[in-house]
C-alpha cells in the first residue's frame, strides 16, 4: 500500500505543494489565466462536438476537464476499455488549441462495479447501506474499489501519460463529498488497523480516549469499531480519531491514483478540494500531496454577503497552497442547482467573482461546466453555454471574461503577501463540531467568517495558517476559533508573540488537546502566561440574551464606549493581563470581557465574548495599533488585492458596490489599457486590474 507519513503527525509546516523534481509546469504552454470548464462531450452526440470546439474558442476557452464521470463509459465492462471517443475528443481539442485537465474517473464506478462487489458500498451512521445511482458511492476503503480505481488510472496514464492536449490531470473529484464517513464493515477493519498502526498498544488507545469514563474500557483489538449511532453520545476521541482516519483514507486513494499517474506521466497532478465547505479532508495534508492545488468554490446564495465568503475561501485555498499560484477549478457562470432556493448571478457578478479568485491568487478560472446537460440531477444548473445559447447574457458575459482574462495574462505567477493570519485547523473544526457542547450557540465557521470580514472589511489581506506553522511573517495573527489546541501549538504562539507579534484569541480556545481532552490546568491552561488571563469558568448566555461591554481601551475616533455582545461570556482570572473592556451586566458583571498582556516583545489580546463584524472594528483597533496596521480606508464595499511579481505589481481592484469608487493606483489597467492616473475610477459593480511599480 502506498505509504503515506505516520498518522499521528501533524503536516510539516510550511504547507504547498512539492512536485517530483522534473514535473512539468501546467501552464508552460498557456499564453493566460487560464479560461474553460469542465466538459462533458460524452453528453451529447458527436456532431455538437465540432460546434463546441468552435464556440469554445470564440469564448477564448483555453483548458477544458473531461472525463471526471466517464468511468462507465471508458471500461464498460470489467478490464473491457473503450478509448476511441477519448482518443478523438483528446485529438479534436488538441487541434482546436485546447488543453485539456484529464479527469481520472474514480468517483464514480461503474453498475458493473458494485454488482461485484456490493460490500464496497458506504453505509452511513445510521446504517443505511448506499445504493447506485448516484455519484461518491465507494468506500474509500473498499480494496475492491481501491484496485479498481488504480486499474482504470494506470490505463488512462499508460494511454495519454504524454498526450500533447493533457497538460494536467484531474484525480477524482472533490474527495469528501457527497460523503466522507463510511461505517461498513470493510472501513471498520480498517479504522482498526489505522489504530494499530497510531497507538501501538490497546493501553495506549484506551488512554488516548479516556475509555474509562462510562465503562468503554477495551480488552480486544476486534472490539474497537466505528463510531456508529448509539443510544447516547458516542466517545468524542473517538470520533476525533475517526475523522482523522477518513481523511486518511481518502488521501491514500488519492496518493495511490497519482503514484499510478506519475509511472507514465511528467504532467502535474491535482484534485479538486473545496476549501472552505468541505470538512472532511485537511487540506494541510492533502496540500503537501498534489503537483498544484486547484479549488471548487460556489456562492452561498442565502448570504448575502457570499462575495466575502467567496475571498475567504480563495484565501484559504492560497494558503493550502503555501502562497503558489492556484486554479479555480469550478465557479458557476449563474445559478447553481442543489441550494434551497438557486439565485442566478446579476449581470457583473460573474466577472467580480472570477477577479475576485484571480486577485488571491488563481491563475486559472474554470467553471462547472461548458455546457449545460440537458439530462440529470444537474440540468438545472448555469453552465457556460446555457440552455438558452449563445443569444444569451450569460454567453455574452463568459465570451467578455474570455477575453478580459487574455488581458490580464502578465499576472501569472505573481505572489500575494498577506498582513495577516487566521488560525484554521481543520482537527479542531472536527472536534469542535461534536456534540455536548457548552452552548449550541457555539460555532467555529460564524467566528471565523465575522474576523475575517472585520478584516476584509479594513482592507488587510488574510492567509489561513496551522497553529504550529511559523508565524513570524506575519504581524498579527488571530485565533478566532483554536478550541482544540496542542501543546506544540501553544508554544508556536508563544514564540511568536515574545518575538515581537501580536496574537488575538478568541473565547472557547486552548480548551483540548489533540484527543479532545481539557488541558490540566483548565480551560485557555496552555495560553494562561502568554495571555496573563485565565478561565476558570463558561457562562455562556441564554439564548437571545445580549450583554452590555464598556470599552475602555484605546478607541478610533467614532469607536464606541459601549458595545453589546452575546452567545458567551467567561469568568476570567487575570494573570498579569490587562482589562481592556468590562462586563456591564449578564452573569460575568463587573468582571473583565478583554484583556491584554505584553509578553516579550509583543502583545496577546483575549476577547471573551461574541462582537459582530462592526463592534469587532473597536476591538481589533487596538491590536491594529500593537503591530503597526491600520485599516486601509477602502470605499465600502471594495476589496484591493495586491499581487507582486518580479517586474510589476498588479492592484485587483473588485467594487461590489452600487457606486463608482476611486481608488488609489497609479499605474495602467490592464482591462482598458489606460494609464489610471493617480487613481483607477471603478463603476459600480466593476473591476479593475492595475499594474503599478513593484514594492520591495
Ligand atoms: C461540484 C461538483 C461538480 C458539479 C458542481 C455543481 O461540487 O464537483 O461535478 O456537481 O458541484 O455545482
Not at 471526471?68 to 476499455?81: K, V
Not at 469568568?571 to 493581563?577: D, N, R, S, T
Not at 480606508?633 to 492592484?651: I, N, S, T
Request: aromatic share 10%; charged share 20%; net charge negative.
Amino acid at each position: 500500500m502506498t505509504s503515506l507519513p505516520p498518522a499521528s503527525s501533524h503536516p510539516a509546516p510550511p504547507p504547498g505543494p512539492q512536485p517530483r523534481p522534473g514535473t512539468r509546469r501546467w501552464d508552460e504552454r498557456l499564453g493566460s489565466i487560464a479560461y474553460g470548464g469542465d466538459y462533458n462531450p460524452e453528453q451529447w452526440p458527436r456532431e455538437v462536438w465540432e460546434e463546441d470546439v468552435a464556440l469554445m474558442r470564440e469564448a477564448g476557452v483555453t483548458l477544458v476537464s473531461v472525463g471526471i464521470f466517464s468511468w462507465a463509459l471508458l471500461e464498460p465492462r470489467e478490464g473491457e476499455y473503450d478509448l476511441g471517443w477519448m482518443d478523438e475528443l483528446l485529438d479534436l481539442l488538441h487541434g482546436a488549441g485546447i488543453a485539456v485537465d484529464l479527469g481520472t474517473p474514480t468517483a464514480s464506478p461503474p453498475a458493473w462495479f458494485f454488482h461485484a462487489h456490493p460490500e464496497a458500498r458506504v453505509v452511513t451512521r445510521d446504517g443505511t447501506v448506499l445504493g447506485f445511482g448516484s455519484r461518491g458511492m465507494a468506500s474509500p476503503s473498499s480494496p475492491a474499489y481501491r484496485a479498481a480505481a488504480l486499474r482504470i488510472t494506470t490505463e488512462l496514464a499508460r494511454r495519454y501519460g504524454d498526450h500533447p492536449a493533457v497538460v494536467l490531470w484531474h484525480v477524482h473529484n472533490e474527495y469528501g463529498a457527497p460523503v466522507s464517513e463510511d461505517y461498513s464493515p470493510t472501513s471498520a477493519a480498517a479504522f482498526r488497523a489505522w489504530l494499530q498502526d497510531r497507538y501501538g498498544t490497546l493501553d495506549a488507545l484506551n488512554a488516548a480516549w479516556g475509555t474509562a469514563f462510562w465503562g468503554q474500557t477495551y480488552g480486544a483489538w476486534e472490539h474497537v469499531g466505528v463510531p456508529a449511532l448509539a443510544p447516547s453520545v458516542v466517545n468524542p476521541a473517538q470520533r476525533l480519531d475517526f475523522a482523522r482516519f477518513t481523511d486518511h483514507q481518502l488521501r491514500a486513494c488519492f496518493v495511490a491514483e497519482r503514484d499510478a499517474i506519475r509511472r507514465y506521466s511528467d504532467r502535474p497532478v491535482t484534485t479538486n478540494f473545496m476549501a472552505a465547505e468541505c470538512p472532511a479532508t485537511d487540506l494541510w495534508a492533502w496540500g503537501r500531496e498534489v503537483d498544484v492545488v486547484s479549488n471548487d468554490h460556489y456562492l452561498t446564495a442565502a448570504d448575502e454577503r457570499a462575495h466575502v465568503g467567496l475571498a475567504l475561501a480563495a484565501d484559504l485555498t492560497r494558503s493550502v497552497a503555501g502562497g503558489t499560484p492556484w486554479i479555480l477549478m469550478e465557479h458557476s457562470t449563474s445559478a447553481v442547482n442543489w441550494q434551497p432556493r438557486n439565485v442566478a448571478k446579476r449581470p457583473g457578478e460573474m466577472a467580480r467573482n472570477a477577479f475576485q479568485h484571480v486577485a488571491r491568487g488563481a491563475d486559472g478560472v474554470l467553471f462547472f461546466q461548458w455546457r449545460a446537460s440537458r439530462s440529470g440531477a444537474e440540468k438545472f444548473h448555469s453552465a457556460m453555454l446555457p440552455h438558452a445559447g449563445t443569444s444569451s447574457r450569460v454567453w455574452r458575459e463568459v465570451v467578455a471574461l474570455g477575453a478580459d482574462l487574455a488581458r490580464v495574462g502578465e499576472l501569472r505567477g505573481s505572489r500575494v503577501r498577506a498582513q495577516a493570519a487566521l488560525l484554521w485547523d481543520w482537527e479542531s473544526f472536527w472536534a469542535q463540531d461534536l456534540e455536548w457542547r457548552p452552548s449550541v450557540d457555539l460555532d467555529h465557521r460564524e467566528r471565523v467568517r465575522a474576523f475575517y470580514e472585520r478584516l476584509w472589511r479594513d482592507g488587510i489581506t488574510v492567509d489561513m495558517a496551522h497553529p504550529e506553522q511559523d508565524l513570524s511573517g506575519y504581524p498579527i495573527v488571530v485565533a478566532p476559533a483554536s478550541y482544540l489546541l496542542s501543546r506544540a501549538a501553544a508554544e508556536n504562539l508563544t514564540r511568536y508573540v515574545e518575538g515581537g507579534g501580536t496574537l488575538v484569541v478568541s473565547y472557547f480556545s486552548g480548551v483540548v488537546d489533540e484527543h479532545d481532552a481539557v488541558h490540566p490546568g483548565g480551560y485557555l491552561a496552555p495560553l494562561r502566561d502568554l495571555l496573563g488571563v485565565g478561565v476558570e469558568e463558561f457562562l455562556p448566555l441564554r439564548e437571545g440574551q445580549r450583554v452590555r461591554v464598556a470599552w475602555e481601551g484605546p478607541r478610533s475616533a467614532e469607536g464606541e464606549h459601549e458595545l453589546t455582545a452575546d452567545v458567551w461570556s467567561d469568568e476570567l482570572v487575570l494573570a498579569g493581563a490587562e482589562v481592556v473592556a468590562t462586563y456591564l451586566d449578564g452573569p460575568a458583571a463587573g468582571r473583565a470581557a478583554v484583556t491584554r498582556h505584553r509578553r516579550g516583545a509583543g502583545t496577546g489580546w483575549y476577547v471573551s465574548t461574541r462582537f459582530d463584524v462592526e463592534a469587532l472594528a473597536t476591538v481589533l483597533a487596538g491590536a491594529y495599533a500593537d503591530a503597526g496596521l491600520a485599516p486601509a480606508g477602502l470605499p465600502q464595499d471594495v476589496e484591493v488585492v495586491r499581487r507582486r511579481g518580479a517586474e510589476a505589481d498588479h492592484l485587483v481592484v473588485v467594487n461590489h458596490g452600487d457606486q463608482p469608487v476611486a481608488v488609489p493606483a497609479d499605474g495602467v489597467d490592464l482591462l482598458t489599457g489606460e494609464p489610471t492616473g493617480s487613481s483607477v475610477k471603478v463603476p459600480a459593480g466593476g473591476v479593475a486590474v492595475v499594474r503599478v511599480a513593484p514594492t520591495s
